[in-house]
């Protein structure tokens, strides 16, 4: 179970998970009653703890990597918000309509959440990464773009490809590069921990969209290849269990869902 991989930073993800839930409570209410904001376990903590681990891999300090954690969360919570928006233009009637499967207020609700996340990246003065932050945004948006364009289903040619690792593998990639980057670690080290989060992401996107774990298996064994070069130490014994955890997987998320 990924719980159990996942309990020797369970401290550190609870930390996270509150940082979150603080921002999703206005004067308004709960944002969760104007937009779809429910999660699985997986998706509630895989992205915050590859932070977590790359940060402790790279001594990275662990105060500013809960607060960099949370900020590819609301990345991945305000793309899956508006992701999810419906293509017809719904107005808001009070008690004949719900919110959430409208299109205006989950519209408005991402643009929320986005602003948390630059707000965060502000406020811990690491605003050298916005860069790259806005370059996996739109990574994320062009990926969505063409779903919706090319109308993809679930079978596992160049286009889903294409998708999951613009969707997906690259924040997976982030989450890791960046944690390295901000430790100062070696540009070599940097890159090998991305490819290794690349990776992951991509088999991960293929097997969350239903895609026999045979065609994520080679993404797998390169995440591997990758994490190899680091020295044995715990946080790299807990990524290569995350990655025995998808090969062991037929799909990555559970049918039962939790709201954050």
Do not use: W
């Not at 709960?30 to 903590?45: I, M």
């Not at 070599?188 to 690349?198: A, V, W």
């Not at 955890?245 to 039962?256: E, I, K, T, W």
């Amino acid at each position: 179970m990924l719980s159990e991989i996942l309990k020797p930073v369970e401290k550190e993800l609870q930390l996270i998970h509150e940082l979150i839930n603080n921002q999703l409570t206005i004067k308004a209410g709960y944002l969760g009653s104007f937009a779809h904001l429910e999660l699985s376990p997986t998706d509630r903590n895989i992205r915050p703890a590859l932070v977590v681990l790359s940060s402790r891999i790279f001594s990275y300090d662990p105060k500013k990597s809960i607060v960099l954690a949370g900020i590819f969360q609301f990345i991945y919570l305000a793309a899956k918000v508006q992701q999810g928006v419906s293509e017809v233009d719904s107005n808001y009637v009070r008690e004949n309509t719900d919110p959430k499967d409208g299109s205006q207020f989950p519209v408005l609700i991402g643009d929320y959440i986005y602003s948390k996340f630059f707000f965060f990246t502000s406020n811990a003065n690491i605003t050298d990464i916005l860069n790259t932050l806005a370059e996996i945004i739109c990574q994320i948006h062009e990926g969505s773009l063409l779903r919706k364009i090319k109308n993809v289903n679930n079978s596992p040619g160049n286009i889903m490809i294409e998708l999951v690792k613009k969707e997906t593998a690259s924040l997976f990639a982030g989450c890791c590069f960046l944690t390295a980057r901000l430790s100062g670690a070696p540009e070599k080290e940097q890159h090998s921990i991305m490819h290794f989060g690349y990776n992951l992401g991509v088999a991960y996107g293929m097997l969350e969209q239903g895609i026999g774990k045979e065609f994520a298996a080679p993404y797998l064994e390169k995440a591997l290849s990758h994490l190899a070069v680091f020295p044995n130490r715990p946080e790299k014994n807990i990524l290569e269990k995350l990655v025995g955890f998808l090969q062991q997987s037929g799909h990555c998320l559970p049918a039962q869902r939790m709201v954050i």
